[in-house]
T-cell receptor
Framework: DAEITQSPRHKITETGRQVTLACHQT?????MFWYRQDLGHGLRLIHY???????NKGEVSDGYSVSRSNTEDLPLTLESAASSQTSVYFC?????????????FGPGTRLTVL | GENVEQHPSTLSVQEGDSAVIKCTYS??????FPWYKQELGKGPQLIID?????GEKKDQRIAVTLNKTAKHFSLHITETQPEDSAVYFC???????????????FGQGTTLQVKP
């Protein structure tokens, strides 16, 4: 069955280190998204992509970057991890052009920055 | 930009009772409103959605209503069961037109507890 996966599921790192979180979907969806989830804030959009080589900033993009070299993957990189980036990260994808349809979420990655 | 407010933040009901969660949005151009259920340790799962040209939509025990004039929408769960216990998120998305980013803006979430 088609699905969306994230790895690792749990990660502990130190302040200042570069961290990359993987997201892989097998639905052949054009659109992919990264969110972070924090208590009291719900889900906030970090970055998104509407297709290969396309990336866009969301509402909380500072300190994060993404790249889209193929349809299936949208890795999220924390250039220099900070304690404020301790959170649960969710990747999502949707099929319609322009990001205009239902988003399906992965299982999440819990990141702790010490 | 769009802002979505969700209430209540926590809701406790007895099994068999109904539960209602309400959301308001600020951008009148928003035209798609999904509801997600998130169980512990899992990602959000879509349970129902509604588009702005529809006032109500039902799927078994779940229904969503939309009032475009007042800019609010609600999730209704009837005959609640213990397995309905989870965190529920509403969201709003602006579609179409120039400058559209197609971004989902989420409410803060409601923790629903269904007591057996």
């Amino acid at each position: 069955d088609a699905e969306i996966t994230q790895s690792p599921r749990h990660k502990i790192t130190e302040t200042g280190r570069q961290v990359t979180l993987a997201c892989h979907q097998t639905w052949n969806h054009n659109n992919m998204f990264w969110y972070r989830q924090d208590l009291g804030h719900g889900l906030r959009l970090i970055h998104y992509s509407y297709g290969v080589q396309d990336t866009n900033k969301g509402e909380v993009s500072d300190g994060y970057s993404v790249s889209r070299s193929n349809t299936e993957d949208l890795p999220l990189t924390l250039e220099s991890a900070a304690s404020s980036q301790t959170s649960v990260y969710f990747c999502a994808s949707s099929k319609q052009t322009g990001g205009l349809d239902t988003q399906y979420f992965g299982p999440g990655t819990r990141l702790t920055v010490l | 930009g769009e802002n979505v407010e969700q209430h209540p933040s926590t809701l406790s009901v007895q099994e068999g009772d109904s539960a209602v969660i309400k959301c308001t949005y600020s951008d009148s151009a928003s035209n798609y409103f999904p509801w997600y259920k998130q169980e512990l340790g899992k990602g959000p799962q879509l349970i129902i959605d509604i588009r702005s040209n529809v006032g109500e939509k039902k799927d078994q025990r779940i229904a969503v209503t939309l009032n475009k004039t007042a800019k609010h929408f609600s999730l209704h769960i009837t005959e609640t069961q213990p397995e309905d216990s989870a965190v529920y998120f509403c969201a709003a998305l602006r579609r179409g037109g120039s400058g559209n980013t197609g971004k989902l803006i989420f409410g803060q979430g409601t923790t629903l507890q269904v007591k057996p």
